[in-house]
């Protein structure tokens, strides 16, 4: 019998769940992909994402070739391409990997309701444990990190990280009946992006490039990791995101490997589990506080303000090096995603939403839960949040993290010449002094936007009312 793989964020050809059953089960597996128009309508017109994965497919379909097969592309509604597209081949069985977000999770309803002719089999791919398999004693879904890690590290054993091989199997590969080719940026309405001047290598091949990279530092990782202007952290995240690497050979290994770096590696891989575990319990997360009070915080509504923040020119100097390479590479280091979202809640006033959407826009690693969970941790208003009375100050946050303005003055070049002493707050240098290193505070570079310590007063009272309420 015939099965179709339908590939979504699980760019790859091996370690993969959906593809292994397939081809174990059926003996013509074919395999498919739809750049869907319900994700892909909205979008501005030049975007990372698309041109990330249209590269990783290019990639993904040279290897099915090599293997017999080759990858079925569409454009159009996956709800439609999808059930017509398991009719046109005739497969008796529909395969993928599971997705988590309400969006998807919906759109496969859809699609199971509408493919009359084959099962909708899905499974466990893009973590290693999912939904309810962590559960505390009480069999309720954890709310707090530690806990949550410390039952997962205890659930674990060989057999959730072993791979899902492929290779073995690809003889069932077939080709499809109908035309197979890649469709261009351009026939997607898109344009060409700057991806391939940024220092991000794709595709499966690029996914493992940085990994091998990463194993040469990853006992230095805890060590390195808080300090943008250091090569600390992996830049997996986009490979993650999509699937073009297998996040049981990452976790696979930082397990096996132990030590300080990789124990504390591993840590992220599970916040990222976390996440997307409170998104598949809690949905309402998407536009809600995980903590209902927090719900009807009093924002502020400062399109002005929101707008220097995003276009880095609030006046200080690391939350705009922040924002300018989100805007710059469409990657922001974590330590500077926890600053910049701190500064726009907590300083700005404005709601974190709002930030949320910026980043969702921006980030080539753009992923709900681990959005949605960093805004609310930043916020306070999720679970196992930051409490709302510990406010990062961006002035301490830049001394302690960029001690020497290295990562400030690469994207922030106006401040290049300004002295180590003053690079974190440049507008306490003296009119001579600003004139002497060519940073006129005012002409050259903002003047903060807001006053770090009054803005920290409102914030107390504005969060401190909910308590007081609830
Ligand atoms: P590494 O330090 O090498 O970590 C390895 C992997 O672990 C990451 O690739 C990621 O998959 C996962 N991870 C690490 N930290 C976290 C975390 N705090 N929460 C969930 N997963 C984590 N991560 C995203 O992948 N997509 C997002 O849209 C996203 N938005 C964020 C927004 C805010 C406000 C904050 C504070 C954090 C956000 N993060 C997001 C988490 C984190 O900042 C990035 O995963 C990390 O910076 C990616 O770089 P890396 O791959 O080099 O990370």
């Known amino acids: 019998s015939a099965a179709l793989v339908w590939f979504r964020r699980d760019l790859r050809f091996d370690d993969h769940a959906a593809l292994h059953h397939a081809l174990r089960n059926h003996s013509r597996v074919f395999c498919a992909f739809v750049f869907d128009r319900a994700i892909l309508d909205p979008l501005p017109r030049v975007d990372r994402r698309v041109e990330f994965i249209l590269r990783a497919l290019g990639e993904l379909d040279g290897a099915l070739r090599e293997h017999g097969g080759a990858l079925i592309v569409r454009h159009g509604f996956a709800e439609d391409e999808i059930p017509r597209l398991a009719a046109e081949l005739g497969v008796t069985a529909l395969y993928a990997n599971r997705d988590y977000e309400p969006a998807a999770i919906a759109r496969d309803a859809a699609v199971r309701r509408r493919t009359a002719t084959a099962d909708f089999l899905d499974f466990k791919d893009q973590v290693v444990f999912e939904r309810d398999e962590v559960l505390t004693q009480g069999g309720t879904p954890f709310s707090v990190f530690t806990p949550y890690k410390n039952a997962w590290l205890r659930k674990l054993e060989a057999a959730h990280l072993a791979s899902w091989p492929v290779e073995p199997l690809a003889a069932r590969f077939t080709v499809p009946p109908c035309e197979c080719r890649l469709p261009t940026l351009a026939e997607l309405g898109f344009e060409t992006t700057d991806l391939a001047t940024l220092p991000l290598p794709v595709g499966m091949r690029g996914a493992q490039q940085l990994f091998r990279d990463f194993v040469e ?58 996440y997307q575990m409170i998104l598949w319990h809690r949905p309402q997360v998407v536009d809600h506080a995980f903590k209902p009070e927090y719900d009807v915080i009093g924002w502020d509504d400062a399109p002005a303000l929101f707008d220097a923040w995003c276009e880095g020119r609030t006046g200080y100097p690391l939350v705009d090096a922040a924002m300018r390479q989100l805007n710059r590479t469409g990657y922001m280091h974590n330590r500077l995603r926890m600053v910049a979202a701190s500064f726009l809640t907590k300083d700005l006033g404005i709601d974190w939403r709002h930030g949320e959407r910026y980043f969702a826009e921006k980030l080539l690693d753009f992923d709900l839960a681990a959005n949605n969970g960093g805004w609310q941790w930043a916020a306070s208003t999720g679970c196992d949040a930051q409490p709302y009375f510990r406010i990062f100050n961006p002035v301490t946050q830049s001394e302690k993290f960029d001690p020497a303005g290295k990562f400030i003055r690469r994207y922030v070049p106006e401040l290049e010449q300004v002295p180590d002493r003053f690079i974190h707050a440049p507008w306490r240098m003296t009119a001579a002094q600003q004139q002497e290193c060519g940073a006129l505070i005012g002409r050259d570079y903002p003047a903060p936007i807001v006053d770090h310590a009054a803005a920290r007063t409102r914030t107390l009272e504005r969060y401190g009312r909910l308590s007081q309420a609830s």
């Open 217 to 274: 530092r990853i006992d230095d990782y805890a060590d390195r990791r808080d300090f943008p202007a250091l090569k600390g952290p992996s830049y997996l995240s986009a490979h993650l995101r999509f699937g073009t690497i297998s996040v049981r050979q990452l976790a696979g290994y930082a397990h096996a490997q132990g030590g300080r770096g990789a124990e504390t590696w591993l840590s992220e891989l599970i916040w990222r589990e976390f």
